[in-house]
Nanobody, 120 residues
Protein backbone atom coordinates (compact mmCIF):
# COMPACT_ATOMS: atom_id res chain seq x y z
CA UNK A 1 0.00 0.00 0.00
CA UNK A 2 0.93 3.61 -0.50
CA UNK A 3 -0.05 6.71 1.40
CA UNK A 4 -0.36 10.37 0.51
CA UNK A 5 0.13 13.05 3.13
CA UNK A 6 -0.71 16.67 2.39
CA UNK A 7 0.59 19.72 4.18
CA UNK A 8 0.73 23.47 3.79
CA UNK A 9 -2.86 24.54 4.15
CA UNK A 10 -3.96 27.37 6.39
CA UNK A 11 -5.55 30.79 6.67
CA UNK A 12 -4.45 33.51 4.28
CA UNK A 13 -5.70 36.94 3.28
CA UNK A 14 -6.96 37.66 -0.23
CA UNK A 15 -4.04 38.21 -2.54
CA UNK A 16 -1.78 36.05 -0.43
CA UNK A 17 0.06 32.85 -1.24
CA UNK A 18 0.28 29.32 0.05
CA UNK A 19 2.22 26.28 -1.04
CA UNK A 20 0.70 22.85 -0.64
CA UNK A 21 2.76 19.67 -0.60
CA UNK A 22 1.73 16.07 -1.00
CA UNK A 23 4.24 13.35 -0.28
CA UNK A 24 3.73 9.74 -1.30
CA UNK A 25 5.25 6.92 0.70
CA UNK A 26 4.96 3.19 1.13
CA UNK A 27 4.97 0.55 -1.58
CA UNK A 28 5.81 2.62 -4.66
CA UNK A 29 7.21 1.29 -7.91
CA UNK A 30 6.51 4.51 -9.78
CA UNK A 31 3.97 7.32 -9.86
CA UNK A 32 1.98 8.29 -12.92
CA UNK A 33 -0.24 11.37 -12.84
CA UNK A 34 -0.53 13.47 -9.69
CA UNK A 35 -3.56 15.68 -9.24
CA UNK A 36 -4.88 18.35 -6.92
CA UNK A 37 -8.62 18.54 -6.35
CA UNK A 38 -10.63 20.77 -4.09
CA UNK A 39 -14.07 20.78 -2.55
CA UNK A 40 -15.56 24.06 -1.48
CA UNK A 41 -18.45 24.23 1.00
CA UNK A 42 -21.68 23.30 -0.74
CA UNK A 43 -19.97 22.53 -4.03
CA UNK A 44 -18.84 19.45 -5.87
CA UNK A 45 -15.25 18.37 -5.97
CA UNK A 46 -13.34 19.96 -8.84
CA UNK A 47 -10.01 19.31 -10.47
CA UNK A 48 -7.58 22.12 -9.78
CA UNK A 49 -4.44 20.98 -11.59
CA UNK A 50 -2.69 17.83 -12.69
CA UNK A 51 0.80 16.87 -13.77
CA UNK A 52 2.06 13.84 -15.62
CA UNK A 53 5.17 11.89 -14.75
CA UNK A 54 6.92 13.74 -17.54
CA UNK A 55 5.89 17.13 -16.24
CA UNK A 56 3.03 18.10 -18.53
CA UNK A 57 0.47 20.18 -16.66
CA UNK A 58 -3.19 21.07 -16.87
CA UNK A 59 -5.15 23.66 -14.91
CA UNK A 60 -8.72 24.56 -14.17
CA UNK A 61 -9.65 27.79 -15.87
CA UNK A 62 -10.38 29.38 -12.51
CA UNK A 63 -6.77 29.00 -11.31
CA UNK A 64 -4.87 29.36 -14.58
CA UNK A 65 -2.13 31.93 -14.18
CA UNK A 66 -2.37 31.98 -10.38
CA UNK A 67 -1.56 28.39 -9.38
CA UNK A 68 1.44 26.30 -10.38
CA UNK A 69 1.68 22.55 -10.00
CA UNK A 70 5.06 20.86 -9.90
CA UNK A 71 6.55 17.58 -8.77
CA UNK A 72 9.80 16.16 -7.51
CA UNK A 73 9.94 12.58 -8.72
CA UNK A 74 12.96 11.79 -6.56
CA UNK A 75 10.93 12.74 -3.48
CA UNK A 76 7.60 11.34 -4.72
CA UNK A 77 6.10 14.72 -3.94
CA UNK A 78 3.75 17.06 -5.76
CA UNK A 79 3.36 20.74 -4.96
CA UNK A 80 0.75 23.37 -5.59
CA UNK A 81 1.96 26.97 -5.42
CA UNK A 82 -1.07 29.19 -5.00
CA UNK A 83 -0.69 32.90 -5.58
CA UNK A 84 -3.17 35.78 -5.70
CA UNK A 85 -5.59 33.77 -3.61
CA UNK A 86 -9.25 34.71 -3.74
CA UNK A 87 -12.18 34.09 -1.40
CA UNK A 88 -13.45 31.53 -3.92
CA UNK A 89 -10.31 29.43 -3.43
CA UNK A 90 -11.47 28.50 0.07
CA UNK A 91 -11.83 24.72 0.09
CA UNK A 92 -10.41 21.46 1.29
CA UNK A 93 -7.64 20.51 -1.12
CA UNK A 94 -7.00 16.86 -1.84
CA UNK A 95 -4.05 15.19 -3.47
CA UNK A 96 -4.59 12.21 -5.76
CA UNK A 97 -1.96 10.05 -7.38
CA UNK A 98 -2.00 7.05 -9.67
CA UNK A 99 0.68 4.85 -8.13
CA UNK A 100 2.19 1.69 -9.44
CA UNK A 101 2.75 -0.58 -6.48
CA UNK A 102 4.35 -3.14 -8.83
CA UNK A 103 5.30 -3.08 -12.55
CA UNK A 104 1.83 -4.23 -13.64
CA UNK A 105 -0.49 -2.88 -10.96
CA UNK A 106 -1.58 0.71 -10.39
CA UNK A 107 -4.12 2.21 -8.01
CA UNK A 108 -5.48 5.65 -7.29
CA UNK A 109 -4.64 6.92 -3.83
CA UNK A 110 -6.00 9.96 -1.99
CA UNK A 111 -4.64 12.16 0.72
CA UNK A 112 -6.61 13.19 3.77
CA UNK A 113 -7.15 16.75 2.59
CA UNK A 114 -5.83 20.08 3.82
CA UNK A 115 -7.98 23.13 4.51
CA UNK A 116 -7.26 26.39 2.71
CA UNK A 117 -9.20 29.39 3.96
CA UNK A 118 -8.98 32.77 2.28
CA UNK A 119 -10.38 35.44 4.56
CA UNK A 120 -9.76 39.03 5.49
Amino acid sequence: QAQLVESGGGLVQPGGSLRLSCAASGSIFSINAMVWYRRAPGKQRELVADITKGGSTNYAESVEGRFTISRDNAKNTVYLQMNSLEFEDTAVYYCNANIKTSPLVAYDFWGQGTQVTVSS
